[in-house]
T-cell receptor, first 115, second 114 residues
Framework: SAVISQKPSRDICQRGTSLTIQCQVDSQVTMMFWYRQQPGQSLTLIATANQGSEATYESGFVIDKFPISRPNLTFSTLTVSNMSPEDSSIYLC????????????FGPGTRLTVL | GQQLNQSPQSMFIQEGEDVSMNCTSSSIFNTWLWYKQDPGEGPVLLIALYKAGELTSNGRLTAQFGITRKDSFLNISASIPSDVGIYFCAGPGISGGSNYKLTFGKGTLLTVNP
């Protein structure tokens, strides 16, 4: 497994602003993922972030709204841009360890409330 | 795309009772994963299944990978109050998707009355 931390753990933001969420892993991993979990819902994959290449976004998510950085094998950021109340969710990063078999390990999440 | 149907949506049980929940898929899965999410936390991996027919235990938890590769169940025996949470099934499919993208079920909310 891997130990994953996220910052901030929670935030309350104003409409129209942007928030950058950080994800730090205690070991080097190739595959990192960002998910959104809307209130009372399941997890939805936003994008896959691989070091050294552009993030791959899922249908319904675009780079302008959710820019992602992956500067090295232990760190990634997700920015939620030009926020609206509909962006209020928990944002989770996850990793697949190099020796894994498709299992992913999750960070504690960032609870975002947009007013 | 792939869809996972997870049931039941919620369960209210008494402490000490056994619990069973299941997931079915519209397509074949090559891995089944079961997660638990506590309030305010990220999902924690409970059990991973890799082969059709595989039956795996983790303490009071038992999960099986269905023979058809389109279903899985999770059993919790002798439930305790700390079993409260949301349980998710998940898996990367084979058809129609890459082998690392997880699809999640909608979750089963478990409440245990002491």
């Amino acid at each position: 497994s891997a130990v994953i931390s996220q910052k901030p753990s929670r935030d309350i933001c104003q409409r129209g602003t942007s928030l950058t969420i950080q994800c730090q892993v205690d070991s080097q991993v190739t595959m990192m993922f960002w998910y959104r979990q809307q209130p009372g819902q399941s997890l939805t994959l936003i994008a896959t972030a691989n070091q050294g290449s552009e993030a791959t976004y899922e249908s319904g998510f675009v780079i302008d709204k959710f820019p992602i950085s992956r500067p090295n094998l232990t760190f990634s950021t997700l920015t939620v841009s030009n926020m609206s109340p509909e962006d209020s969710s928990i944002y989770l990063c996850s990793v697949e360890p190099p020796d894994g078999h498709n299992e992913q390990f999750f960070g504690p999440g960032t609870r975002l409330t947009v007013l | 795309g792939q869809q996972l149907n997870q049931s039941p949506q919620s369960m209210f049980i008494q402490e000490g009772e056994d619990v069973s929940m299941n997931c079915t898929s519209s397509s074949i899965f090559n891995t089944w994963l079961w997660y638990k999410q506590d309030p305010g936390e990220g999902p924690v991996l409970l059990i991973a299944l890799y082969k059709a027919g595989e039956l795996t235990s983790n303490g009071r938890l038992t999960a099986q990978f269905g023979i058809t590769r389109k279903d899985s169940f999770l059993n919790i025996s002798a439930s305790i109050p700390s079993d409260v949470g949301i349980y998710f099934c998940a898996g990367p499919g084979i058809s129609g998707g890459s082998n690392y993208k997880l699809t999640f079920g909608k979750g089963t909310l478990l409440t245990v009355n002491p």
